[in-house]
């Protein structure tokens, strides 16, 4: 499992490299999270714009990475493709995660000003 990140104005921007986050990537993944966003910004936002597929694995894990987080923390979802849209749709986590279209919409909306 691939992540890259950066920091922008106070966010941490993690982008996820694979096409898939599924049972056989859920611990690599959830390892990678707490890697890339531990003692960094407050705020991260998680760009899955190259995940083509995401199970319920893949979704605990995102949970396991939020979680992991703590309290103050904020992870915010940017760039899912339809079928994986899909998935927070019908898990109803879309209403969990502040979700938006774009990356670049998602910093538009969350750096500070």
Known sequence: MELASK???DLR???VQDTRIDAAVAIEFKDAMRHQTDGGP???VLDL???EFIDSSGLGAIVAA???MGKGRKLALAGLTPTVAR???LTRMDAVFSVFPTLE???AELKPQ
């Open 7 to 9: 920091t922008e104005q």
């Open 13 to 15: 921007i993690v982008s």
């Open 42 to 44: 407050d705020v991260v």
């Open 49 to 51: 714009s190259r995940v």
């Open 66 to 68: 939020v979680k992991h």
């Open 87 to 89: 998935v927070f749709e």
């Open 105 to 107: 919409g998602a910093l």
